[in-house]
């Protein structure tokens, strides 16, 4: 099993970036699905969850300007991101509660995609 993101970058402050996530590999069933976040010298925090029937909390720091939403047959979340302030800077990380053939379940994190905020 394996979540690729993609979708980080560069962009000044006010703008917008959507960030996908896609889980792939022997995957029976997937729960919670979701976005962290960890700038330099600082703790990984939650950013958004997704439940597998659209259920969503976020961080205080990013409600009305963040959106979190997922595609179940395509094993996807995706965050969009409007109004990005610099500190929004981070490293993005995406995670899943994953059941696999086997019948085990993990929880599985992507890798970091880099997301910069230019004031």
């Known amino acids: 099993v394996q979540l690729v993101p993609s979708g980080g970058g560069l962009v000044q402050a006010g703008g917008s970036l959507r960030l996908s996530c896609a889980a792939s590999g022997s995957i029976f069933s997937i729960n919670d699905m979701g976005w962290y976040r960890q700038a330099p010298g600082k703790q990984r925090d939650m950013v958004a969850i997704i439940t597998y029937g659209g259920t969503t909390t976020y961080a205080d720091s990013v409600k009305g300007r963040f959106t979190i939403s997922r595609d179940n047959a395509r094993n996807t979340v995706y965050l969009q991101m409007n109004s990005l302030k610099p500190e929004d800077t981070a490293a993005y990380y995406c995670?899943?509660?994953?059941?696999?053939?086997?019948?085990?379940?993990?929880?599985?994190w992507g890798q970091g995609t880099q997301v910069t905020v230019s004031s």
């Open positions: 995670n899943a509660q994953i059941k696999t053939t086997s019948g085990f379940s993990y929880t599985y």
